[in-house]
C-alpha cells in the first residue's frame, strides 16, 4: 500500500524564490527521505530526518517532521534553474528489514 | 555518480523476446534492490537482496527473474514481457537492509520498450 503522498504533484517558481513540497504518511515510521530524480535518470538520495528529530538542514535544503501529524515538508530556498526535477519522499516504516515506500513526487519546474 | 551502474541505458524487446537487465555497485554495499517506474506511478519495489538472499518479492510476476551472484551484481532477467512491462527500471544499493542503513543509492536506470 502506497505510504508517501506528496503534495503538489506540481510546483512552477521563479528562480530566487522558496519551492516547499509536502508529504503525508499513513504508518509510524523509522525515518523518512527526501529523494531528488532528474528527468530520467535514477534518484540521488538528499536528506534523512529520524522520528525523533524535528528539523534537519542541508544546503539551501530545510526538512521538518511532524509525527503526531505524520507529516514532512521540503523546503528549498532561493531556487535555481538547476533545480528544475521530481522531489520525492520515501518512508521506512518501524517494521525491520523493510525497504523504502515511495510517493508518487512533486515536479517542480524553476523559470530563470 | 553514485557508484551504481546499469546496462543497458535502452532496451526494446519483443514479446516472445529474452533480455537481462545488470546492475552493478561499487560501493561495498550488501542490500541491492529492483524497482519499476511507471508513468504517474509510485516507485514500485520489486525484489531485494542482501548478502546475496533474497528478502522480498514484491508479487511480481514470474516473468521477471532476478539474480544475485554476489553482493556488487544484480540482473533481472525478463521473457515473455507485456506491453505494460513498458518503464524505466532502478537498481540501488544500500549498506545494508534495516532502518540503520536505509539511505539508498541509485543507478541511472533502464528504460526498457516493449513492442
Known amino acids: 500500500s502506497q505510504q508517501g503522498e506528496e503534495d503538489p504533484q506540481a510546483l512552477s517558481i521563479q528562480e530566487g524564490e522558496n519551492a516547499t513540497m509536502n508529504c503525508s504518511y499513513k504508518t509510524s515510521i523509522n525515518n523518512l527521505q527526501w529523494y531528488r530524480q532528474n528527468s530520467g535518470r535514477g534518484l540521488v538520495h538528499l536528506i534523512l530526518i529520524r522520528s525523533n528529530e524535528r528539523e534537519k538542514h542541508s544546503g539551501r535544503l530545510r526538512v521538518t517532521l511532524d509525527t503526531s501529524k505524520k507529516s514532512s515538508s521540503l523546503l528549498i530556498t532561493a531556487s535555481r534553474a538547476a533545480d528544475t526535477a521530481s522531489y520525492f519522499c520515501?518512508?521506512?516504516?518501524?517494521?525491520?528489514?523493510?525497504?523504502?515506500?515511495f510517493g508518487k513526487g512533486t515536479t517542480l519546474s524553476v523559470s530563470s | 555518480e553514485t557508484g551504481v551502474t546499469q546496462t543497458p541505458r535502452h532496451l526494446v524487446m519483443g514479446m516472445t523476446n529474452k533480455k537481462s537487465l545488470k546492475c552493478e555497485q561499487h560501493l561495498g554495499h550488501n542490500a541491492m534492490y529492483w524497482y519499476k517506474q511507471s508513468a504517474k506511478k509510485p516507485l514500485e519495489l520489486m525484489f531485494v537482496?542482501?548478502?546475496?538472499?533474497?528478502?522480498e518479492n514484491n508479487s511480481v510476476p514470474s516473468r521477471f527473474s532476478p539474480e544475485c551472484p554476489n553482493s556488487s551484481h544484480l540482473f533481472l532477467h525478463l521473457h515473455t514481457l507485456q506491453p505494460e512491462d513498458s518503464a524505466l527500471y532502478l537498481c540501488a544499493s544500500s549498506l545494508g537492509q534495516g532502518p540503520s542503513y536505509n539511505e539508498q543509492f541509485f543507478g541511472p536506470g533502464t528504460r526498457l520498450t516493449v513492442l
Open positions: 537482496y542482501n548478502f546475496k538472499e533474497q528478502t
Open positions: 520515501a518512508t521506512v516504516p518501524n517494521q525491520a528489514g523493510t525497504a523504502l515506500i
